[in-house]
């Protein structure tokens, strides 16, 4: 369990100009359609976090089972423009990895990461989001002088507020060979499954909205090093 306060913590707040307007303060005039940036002394800012971990060997799944489970109280003070805006966020996590132990050969790994977020200001409605992370991963070395490895990745995300929500699934593999006592061999592929990017879904009550941002595509890399 941990517990930070944060006194005097620094906020910045916004005033909007809608006509041409003299501040004294600075003797300066400022052209309408501005907006003047400034940063505040508002108070305090806490967190408070803790988290409850166990880890057993399981003979029926023949593998290590870890379990974490997290909670996460936040409050920042803040401002919307002039107006003050305070914020406080709650989380919530659960973590569970699992590492196969039935052969020295092979290893399978699998990880799962939930986190579930609240966040609620003064002047909004509370806000909840999603986030999941499951992934699957295989290691061998069954065939002598090779280690080859394989990772299934899948992110989603939901905001309930606007029914907001974003799915991605990559695929990452490699081979390695040593060719010697010093020298290493690696071919590397990334985003094997062409599909790192980002897809938004988003529904309304008035329209549906779809949004796909790509990013680096698939690709293959060779790498050699050596030892000194």
Same mark, same amino acid.
């Given at each position: 369990?941990?517990?930070?306060?944060?006194?005097?913590?620094?906020?910045?707040?916004?005033?909007?100009?809608?006509?041409?307007?003299?501040?004294?303060q600075?003797?300066?005039?400022?052209?309408?359609?501005?907006?003047?940036?400034?940063?505040?002394?508002?108070?305090?800012?806490?967190?408070?976090?803790?988290?409850?971990?166990?880890?057993?060997?399981?003979?029926?799944?023949?593998?290590?089972?870890?379990?974490?489970?997290?909670?996460?109280?936040?409050?920042?003070?803040?401002?919307?423009?002039?107006?003050?805006?305070?914020?406080?966020?709650?989380?919530?996590?659960?973590?569970?990895?699992?590492?196969?132990?039935?052969?020295?050969?092979?290893e399978?790994?699998?990880? !799962?990461?939930?986190?579930? @977020?609240? &966040?609620? +200001?003064?002047? /909004? $409605?509370?806000?909840?989001?999603?986030? %999941?992370?499951?992934?699957?991963?295989?290691?061998?070395?069954?065939?002598?002088?090779?280690?080859?490895?394989?990772?299934?990745?899948?992110?989603y995300?939901?905001q309930?507020?606007?029914?907001?929500?974003?799915?991605?699934t990559?695929?990452?593999?490699?081979?390695?060979?040593?060719?010697?006592?010093?020298?290493?061999? !690696?071919?590397?592929?990334y @985003?094997? &499954?062409? +599909?790192?990017? /980002? $897809?938004?879904?988003?529904?309304?009550? %008035?329209?549906?909205?779809?949004?796909?941002?790509?990013?680096?595509?698939?690709?293959?890399?060779?790498?050699?090093?050596?030892?000194?």
């Amino acid at each position: 369990m941990e517990y930070q306060i944060l006194n005097d913590f620094i906020a910045q707040r916004s005033r909007f100009f809608i006509q041409e307007t003299y501040l004294p303060q600075y003797n300066y005039t400022v052209l309408q359609g501005a907006t003047l940036y400034s940063v505040e002394n508002s108070g305090t800012q806490q967190l408070l976090s803790g988290q409850l971990d166990y880890s057993t060997l399981s003979n029926f799944l023949k593998s290590s089972v870890k379990l974490a489970i997290g909670y996460t109280y936040e409050h920042t003070p803040a401002f919307a423009q002039e107006e003050r805006n305070d914020w406080d966020r709650n989380q919530f996590t659960l973590n569970v990895g699992l590492i196969s132990n039935f052969s020295r050969k092979i290893e399978i790994s699998i990880n !799962s990461s939930t986190d579930l @977020n609240r &966040l609620k +200001s003064k002047q /909004s $409605e509370a806000s909840d989001m999603l986030n %999941e992370r499951v992934s699957l991963g295989v290691r061998t070395s069954i065939i002598p002088k090779f280690t080859l490895k394989a990772t299934l990745s899948h992110s989603y995300y939901k905001q309930f507020t606007d029914n907001q929500q974003t799915n991605n699934t990559t695929l990452e593999a490699s081979i390695a060979r040593k060719l010697g006592k010093n020298i290493d061999f !690696s071919l590397n592929g990334y @985003n094997l &499954l062409d +599909s790192q990017k /980002s $897809e938004t879904l988003l529904k309304t009550a %008035e329209y549906t909205g779809f949004s796909r941002i790509a990013t680096t595509g698939r690709c293959i890399m060779a790498s050699l090093s050596y030892k000194f």
